[in-house]
């Protein structure tokens, strides 16, 4: 695995609004702290996502969702193990406390514990959730490589270099209270 970047200043060049890509199950994602809102608006501008769909966050732990997440009912709860760590976001409770910028204005929450080295180790490293999604314009490719990140953003994001997963497809979205798959 590449190295992480100095962690206490890749910490607060998050807390600041910085926007990092890296390498995830799939393609390479882009990152910010969730609870930074002039991030999360700077991502989805470079994206050209619209905030209603809402967005992902990836942990190392569920307890880095803590602060985003409603009470997590008993049989969900006993079953995530089930899902993680690995490619799967589930649709959660959210917080009557999280922001509409990461929810999209729904009541639940995307998340996912990462079983990708890189992630799990920035997350856990960080201490924090990050915002997690494809590191590509709306409608566009997903991209795989840290090169064609730096051709595609430059120095709006900081780019962590590292391998891509084996997985052609981006993680499964479930809700695990209706058992509905989102996207397989």
């Not at 619209?50 to 880095?64: E, F, N, T, W």
């Not at 760590?85 to 999209?104: D, E, I, K």
């Not at 314009?137 to 064609?148: E, F, L």
């Amino acid at each position: 695995m590449t190295p992480l970047p100095d962690i206490r200043r890749l910490r607060v060049f998050l807390k600041r609004g910085g926007v990092i890509a890296y390498p995830t199950e799939s393609c390479y994602g882009l990152g910010c702290d969730p609870a930074n809102r002039r991030a999360v608006q700077r991502i989805l501008r470079l994206k050209r996502r619209p905030q209603s769909k809402g967005l992902i966050l990836i942990g190392a732990d569920i307890r880095q969702f803590k602060r985003y997440l409603a009470t997590i009912p008993d049989d969900i709860a006993a079953r995530l193990n089930e899902w993680w760590p690995g490619p799967n976001t589930l649709l959660l409770p959210a917080s009557r406390h999280c922001p509409r910028w990461l929810t999209g204005g729904h009541d639940t929450l995307a998340v996912r514990i990462s079983a990708h080295p890189v992630c799990s180790h920035l997350c856990s490293a960080l201490d924090m959730a990050l915002v997690s999604t494809s590191a590509n314009r709306a409608g566009m490719r997903p991209i795989k490589d840290a090169k064609t990140c730096g051709k595609v953003f430059g120095k709006q994001v900081l780019t962590l270099r590292g391998q891509i997963g084996q997985r052609k497809r981006p993680s499964r979205i479930i809700d695990p209270r209706s058992g509905k798959t989102f996207r397989a």
